[in-house]
């Protein structure tokens, strides 16, 4: 069956660093859109960030030039690499995938399957 797994989510000081790691199974990753979104208590759920198929990236203004995403397709894995962590960034993050490309940068709606979440903490 399908399954997201995120992991590296925890707690970090304001400026440090974090990379979350999103582990797929049971549809062809490769061919997916893969995406990373977050929810903070009271706040709906928001895009972050994007890589399709071809390996283009797409970025919410918030975290262009902090965050990095990636995908290694040989190891069905999705990457988020979080650098100069502001508080701001506390929230839960999922990743999610979406079966097309041209869709890739829409919002939750156009997403097939989830993860279940991992917590990011940022303090002062």
């Known amino acids: 069956q399908v399954q997201l797994v995120e992991s590296g989510g925890g707690s970090e000081q304001a400026g440090g660093s974090l990379r979350l790691s999103c582990a797929v199974s049971g549809f062809t990753y490769s061919s997916y859109c893969m995406g990373w979104f977050r929810q903070a208590p009271g706040k709906g759920r928001e895009r972050v960030a994007f890589?399709?198929?071809?390996?283009?990236?797409r970025y919410t203004d918030s975290v262009k030039g902090r965050f990095t995403i990636s995908r290694d397709n040989a190891e069905n894995t999705l990457y988020l690499q979080m650098n100069s962590l502001k508080p701001e960034d506390t929230a839960m993050y999922y990743c999610a995938a979406n079966s097309r490309d041209s869709w890739c940068y829409g919002g939750p709606n156009y997403y097939n399957y989830w993860g279940q979440g991992t917590q990011v903490t940022v303090s002062l």
């Open positions: 890589i399709d198929s071809a390996g283009t990236t």
